[in-house]
């Protein structure tokens, strides 16, 4: 068997035992991800040539010259009607690879534990929504549910900005344009730059980088487009310090009126081990940007918005603790690991 058929029986093998990750590295066994936990898979080896000769049967030029010239670069594929988004990489043995497997459709809000308060949101027309989390947390696949319920409930054109391309929409009733980075475009804040000369909507960025990405984001939203992207935060409050602190300080009363005007809601998530085995469960936080909460980001009072968000329940409103708490009382997990989470 070639090596692009041994690497494609270890995708079926992560599909059939719905791993989440599978880790290629040269001349050592693969590992695979199950439940957040990483196990070795009793299978041959690849060694570099091999993963490279796979690898390079998917990157672009653009691509191939990336990886050539800084050790790593994205992409992503199809096989068996899966997806899987890949990062190949050097390091002191070879060229190695780290694959995550994608769901084959979008979920459903209620069966993927995602808050019903983002079904509400993905209907306002204008504004800033974001998801935050760890890596692994599952942001990929909320942005999915939403982005997958506005295309089959409301006619407009959907712009994603990804890197790589994870999910492929089909049109419904959106049309949805779909662009990768460093493939058809350069950078996420020139992409939603020219996404506000395409006629759009609904503007989703696959994550905001830096400044440059952040401020392009901002400046659609307040210019009356929806906006949807991620973060690497842990909750609210951490989220809107980030924001702010990525401007330089003279920029930064100005950010907060414009974040204070834009910003809708904030959902952070962390994917918790549950009681049963090789089960996860999903735990948020959620900020809605109510008055309250926007005159905190204006005045520069962030440290008040956890608090704030405990006070104002009755606006869907709660802290990361209510939602590992739940899960808890519901039997999904353990106190160990509830404590473990909180944050």
């Not at 041994?6 to 791993?19: E, F, H, M, Q, V």
């Given at each position: 068997m070639d090596s692009s058929g041994k690497i494609y029986g270890y995708l079926d093998t992560c599909i059939n035992t719905k791993a989440s990750d599978l880790h290629l590295k040269a001349n050592q066994p693969p590992y695979m991800r199950f439940a957040g936990k990483l196990e070795e898979i009793d299978l041959l080896p690849l060694n570099t040539e091999e993963i490279y000769n796979f690898v390079h049967g998917y990157l672009t030029q653009e691509q191939a010259e990336k990886y050539a010239s800084g050790g790593e670069a994205d992409f992503s594929f199809s096989h068996n009607d899966y997806r899987f988004r890949c990062n190949v990489y050097r390091d002191l043995y070879g060229d190695n690879l780290a694959l995550r497997l994608l769901a084959l459709k979008p979920g459903d809000f209620s069966n993927l534990g995602i808050p019903l308060i983002l079904k509400d949101y993905s209907k306002k027309r204008s504004g800033l929504i974001l998801i935050t989390g760890p890596t692994g947390s599952g942001k990929s696949t909320t942005l999915t549910c939403m982005l997958d319920y506005i295309n089959h409930n409301k006619s407009a054109h959907i712009i994603t900005l990804e890197d790589p391309?994870?999910?492929?929409?089909?049109?419904?009733?959106?049309?949805?344009?779909?662009?990768?980075?460093?493939?058809?475009?350069?950078?996420?804040?020139?992409?939603?730059?020219?996404?506000?000369?395409?006629?759009?909507?609904?503007?989703?960025?696959g994550e905001m980088r830096d400044l440059e990405s952040v401020a392009a984001a901002i400046a659609a939203a307040e210019t009356g487009h929806l906006v949807l992207s991620t973060l690497h935060t842990k909750g609210a409050e951490n989220t809107v310090d980030r924001i702010i602190d990525m401007?330089?300080?003279?920029?930064?009363?100005?950010?907060?009126?414009?974040?204070?005007?834009?910003?809708?809601?904030?959902?952070?998530?962390?994917?918790?081990?549950?009681?049963?085995?090789g089960t996860r469960h999903l735990a948020t936080e959620v900020?809605?940007?109510?008055?309250?909460i926007k005159n905190l980001i204006?005045?520069?009072k962030t440290h008040m918005i956890s608090s704030t968000m405990q006070t104002s329940r009755k606006e869907g409103m709660f802290i990361m603790k209510d939602s590992l708490q739940q899960l808890f009382l519901d039997g999904k997990i353990s106190q160990e690991e509830m404590e473990q989470y909180m944050f």
């Amino acid at each position: 068997m070639d090596s692009s058929g041994k690497i494609y029986g270890y995708l079926d093998t992560c599909i059939n035992t719905k791993a989440s990750d599978l880790h290629l590295k040269a001349n050592q066994p693969p590992y695979m991800r199950f439940a957040g936990k990483l196990e070795e898979i009793d299978l041959l080896p690849l060694n570099t040539e091999e993963i490279y000769n796979f690898v390079h049967g998917y990157l672009t030029q653009e691509q191939a010259e990336k990886y050539a010239s800084g050790g790593e670069a994205d992409f992503s594929f199809s096989h068996n009607d899966y997806r899987f988004r890949c990062n190949v990489y050097r390091d002191l043995y070879g060229d190695n690879l780290a694959l995550r497997l994608l769901a084959l459709k979008p979920g459903d809000f209620s069966n993927l534990g995602i808050p019903l308060i983002l079904k509400d949101y993905s209907k306002k027309r204008s504004g800033l929504i974001l998801i935050t989390g760890p890596t692994g947390s599952g942001k990929s696949t909320t942005l999915t549910c939403m982005l997958d319920y506005i295309n089959h409930n409301k006619s407009a054109h959907i712009i994603t900005l990804e890197d790589p391309i994870e999910y492929i929409h089909t049109s419904s009733k959106c049309i949805i344009t779909q662009r990768e980075i460093g493939k058809d475009t350069k950078s996420f804040g020139k992409a939603i730059e020219a996404a506000m000369r395409q006629d759009p909507d609904i503007i989703m960025v696959g994550e905001m980088r830096d400044l440059e990405s952040v401020a392009a984001a901002i400046a659609a939203a307040e210019t009356g487009h929806l906006v949807l992207s991620t973060l690497h935060t842990k909750g609210a409050e951490n989220t809107v310090d980030r924001i702010i602190d990525m401007f330089p300080a003279g920029q930064q009363n100005q950010i907060r009126v414009q974040l204070g005007m834009t910003l809708l809601l904030v959902c952070s998530q962390q994917l918790v081990p549950g009681l049963e085995p090789g089960t996860r469960h999903l735990a948020t936080e959620v900020m809605v940007c109510n008055q309250a909460i926007k005159n905190l980001i204006r005045t520069g009072k962030t440290h008040m918005i956890s608090s704030t968000m405990q006070t104002s329940r009755k606006e869907g409103m709660f802290i990361m603790k209510d939602s590992l708490q739940q899960l808890f009382l519901d039997g999904k997990i353990s106190q160990e690991e509830m404590e473990q989470y909180m944050f």
